[in-house]
C-alpha cells in the first residue's frame, strides 16, 4: 500500500497535481497553490507573492486574517464550538440582534453556506404565501431573473439559465418564473395571483458584475408592496461592505423584505449565513419546520458578531467607495484598449476583455505570472473584487498590471 506524500513536503506543482488526480473536476482553478496569507496578499508554497483581488467571491470582504475576526475565533474556540440548536448558547441572541439592527429587521434565522440561505428563504417565501397570503397549496411561485445565481442546489441550479450549472441534473423542482434582468415592467407583468416572491441580486455577480438600470430596485419594491409580494434580496456577494453601502440595495435607498446574506457574513474564517426578515415573514416557521445542526453555531455567532462590528461604523463602506472609484477610473480609461467594456460598483467590478487580447482564463493566467489573482467567467470577463482592506498603493500596482496585461 503506498501512502500519500505529507502536503508540506511538496512543492507547488506536485501539490496541484496531487489535487488534481484525488478530488472531482468540478473546478478548474489557477495552478497557484496558497499557504499563507495577510490582508490583500497571498503567498505560494514557493514563496511567491499574489496580490488577492478575488477575495474569495466576497467572502474576504475583510482580508485575509483579519486580526479582530481572528481574536474572536480563537477566544471562541477555546470556550465552545458547537451545540446544535437543541440548546441555546451565549453567542446566538446577541449575534442574532446584532445583525437584524444592522439590516434594520426583527429576526435573523442563521445557516451555513449562501445555497442554504436561498433554499432557506424559498421555503420561508412558499410558507408565508400560504399561511399570510393565502395562496392555494402547492401553487406558490418565486419570479427569478435571467442570468442568476444562487447557488448550486438541485432546486436552485433548476431555476438557472446558465447550461454549465443546469444541464444533466435534472428534473427540477417546479415552482420559478424567469423574466429578463434589469426589465421592471416585464416582472410586474409576470406576477399572478400565484406569486409569493420576487428574488434577485441586486448585482449579479457570476453573470460579470451586471448592474440594473437606476431605478430598477426601486420599481422592484414598489411592485411588490402593490401586489403583497416578498421582495427577496440575494446579497450574498453585494453585501457587507462590496459595494460601497452596507447593502447594494442601499445605493437605491430600498429595503426588502428578505435580506440573504452569506459569504463575507463569516469573515473567511467559517462559513456563515443568514436569513434576516421581519416578524410578520420570518415568524411562519414553527419548531420542526426548518433546521441546520451548523446553522448558528457559537463559533460562527462569534466571527459573525465581529463582522457586523466592523461594518458598524461604516468606514469599510466608505474605504470600498473611495478605493472603487480609484479602479472605476483606471478601467473605465482601459475601454477601447484591450477593453471593451467595464461594470463597477465599490470595490467590485466586470471587466469585458477583447477577444483579441484574449480569453478572460488567459488573462487571469497573465496576471498570475505578475502577481495578481483574479478571476474569469463566461469566456470573455474577468471579475475584481479586492479586499476592503487593499491599500492604494496594491490597488494601483495590481491594476497596472491588467493595464500591462491588455494593452500587451
Known sequence: ?????????LRAPELAALADSRTAHNYHPLPVVVEH???AWMT???GRRFLDLLAGYSALNFGHGHPALLRAAHTQLDRLTLTSRAFVHDQFGAFCAELGDLAGKDLVLPMNTGAEAVETAIKVARKWGYQVKGVADDQATIIVAHGNFHGR???VVGFSDDPDARNGFGPFAPGFVHVPYG??????????ETTVAVMIEPIQGEAGV???PDGYLRAVRETCTANDVLFMADEIQAGLGRTGRTFACDHEDVVPDVYILGKALGGGIVPVSAVVADRDVLGVLRPGQHGSTFGGNPLACAVGREVVSLLSGGDLQARAL????LMRERLEALVGHGVHAVRSRGLWA????DPAVGTGRAVCEALMERGVLAKDTHGSTIRLAPPLVVTAEDLSWGLDQLVDVVQG
Not at 426589465?183 to 399572478?192: K, N, P, R, S, Y
Open 1 to 9: 500500500m503506498t501512502t500519500t506524500p505529507v502536503a508540506s513536503a
Open 37 to 39: 496569507a495577510e490582508g
Open 44 to 46: 505560494d508554497v514557493d
Open 153 to 155: 442546489t438541485t432546486t
Open 183 to 192: 426589465d421592471a415592467e416585464a416582472l410586474a407583468a409576470a406576477i399572478d
Open 210 to 212: 451586471l448592474i440594473p
Open 322 to 325: 473611495e478605493l472603487g472609484e
Open 350 to 353: 466586470g471587466v469585458d476583455i
